[in-house]
């Protein structure tokens, strides 16, 4: 049975670090399997592919991965997704596949909003490395960047209420039965309510990305929780 401390002033970003890290780790062992360096390059040469990726070396100069890390990225991405691209649907049946004591697919579709930066309906394997590099290597402050995105539902630059709690209720779903103590069914609310108290500084009902950054950054909890990212890989 999982054990979430559901009570923490951190719970929103910590609660999405261990989710976000749970899968990574997933996709990291499915990539750990025998293969050469000239193979997976070639794979990525000749792929036949909808989507050809681009090369590890550009990859390489544009994340903060090395060129090995990126094979085994690579790897594991193939395994999972052949076509060289990602589609909502099938990303929910993976994300599936992680939280069966629950139902994962209005978070998932968030997350995949989030990976999905063009809105062009699909991650690529670029998509997937460039959002990793950020959740793994990034500064304290691209992966602030980053859990505000996927907080802003609408890309307006602000967090609302509804939105924070669309995305509260979509990890209690994700998580089901399997937290303890049971939560109460107001338990999103209440947290959502915590959270604006916290860091709607000027009470005008809604959260900029510099006050979810400030209050972020002044908490303890949250700044160890971006800790949990750095050695996933």
């Given at each position: 049975?999982?054990?979430l401390?559901?009570e ?16 990574l ?14 193979s997976?390059e070639?794979?990525?040469e000749?792929a036949?592919a ?6 590890l ?5 544009q994340?903060?991965f090395?060129?090995?890390?990126l094979q085994i ?7 999972e ?14 994300y599936s ?6 139902d994962?697919?209005?978070y ?6 989030a ?12 998509d997937?490395v460039?959002?990793?590099s950020?959740?793994l ?8 960047n ?8 609408n890309?307006d630059?602000?967090i609302t209420k ?7 209720k979509?990890i209690?779903?994700?998580?089901g039965?399997?937290?303890y ?8 609310r209440?947290?959502?309510e915590t959270?604006?108290q916290k860091?709607?500084?000027?009470k005008d ?5 510099d ?9 303890e ?12 890989i």
């Open positions: 049975m999982l054990t401390e559901w923490s002033e951190g719970l929103q970003t910590v609660g999405i670090v261990v989710i976000i890290c749970a899968s780790k997933l996709l990291h062992l499915l990539g750990l399997i025998d293969f050469s360096e000239d997976v070639d794979e990525m000749t036949t909808r989507h050809r990726p681009e090369t070396e550009l990859l390489e100069a994340s903060k090395t060129k090995k890390e990225l690579y790897r594991g991405f193939k395994n997704c052949p076509s060289g691209i990602v589609n909502e649907e099938t990303f929910k049946e993976i596949q992680f939280f069966p004591q629950g994962s697919t209005t998932a579709h968030f997350l995949f909003n990976f999905d930066t063009d809105h062009n309906g699909c991650v690529s394997f670029e997937f460039m959002g990793l950020i959740l290597r990034g500064t304290v402050q691209e992966k602030l980053w859990a505000f995105n996927l907080y802003d539902i890309k630059g602000y509804e939105e924070m709690l669309d995305i509260m979509a209690y779903d994700m998580m039965k399997c937290t103590p049971v939560v109460k069914e107001d338990a999103p209440q947290h959502v959270f604006f860091m709607d500084k000027n009902g809604v959260v900029t990305m006050e979810f950054i400030e209050s972020c950054q002044k908490d909890n949250i700044m160890q929780s971006m800790q949990l990212f750095e050695n996933v």
